[in-house]
């Protein structure tokens, strides 16, 4: 299944349609732009999996959400600067055969992570 990603906008209650979202390849400090979308309204990519199954590479990616701009479209007054302004998941694929899933819960002050399924 490759590798996904699902946004929870923990303050509202549903999931976060409309937030930006870019997906990077790393290696050391060197970053490859591997796509930018926009979640749907279901907080997920509306073309499916950011990576097939097929294409999935061993190594390390970075995930990053603009969870201010979503937040100040959705009206909520945030400080300058924002608490949280962009939230960037650093993590490693060591079995491309295996489905990654990293979800993202956020609010404007917190957020966690895991490895879904």
Do not use: N
Request: glycine share 10%.
């Amino acid at each position: 299944m490759g590798l996904s990603t699902h946004v929870l906008d923990t303050m509202h209650g549903c999931p976060a349609r409309g937030m930006g979202v870019a997906l990077y390849r790393t290696k050391g400090p060197d970053t490859t732009l591997v796509k930018r979308f926009v979640l749907d309204d279901d907080g997920r990519s509306a073309e499916g999996p950011l990576i097939e199954a097929a294409a999935l590479e061993k190594g390390t990616y970075r995930l990053v959400f603009d969870v201010a701009a979503y937040f100040r479209s959705r009206g909520v007054a945030l400080p300058q600067p924002p608490f949280l302004d962009v939230v960037a998941l650093d993590f490693g694929i060591a079995d491309p055969a295996q489905h990654y899933h990293v979800p993202l819960l956020v609010s404007p002050w917190s957020y966690s992570t895991y490895r879904g399924s």
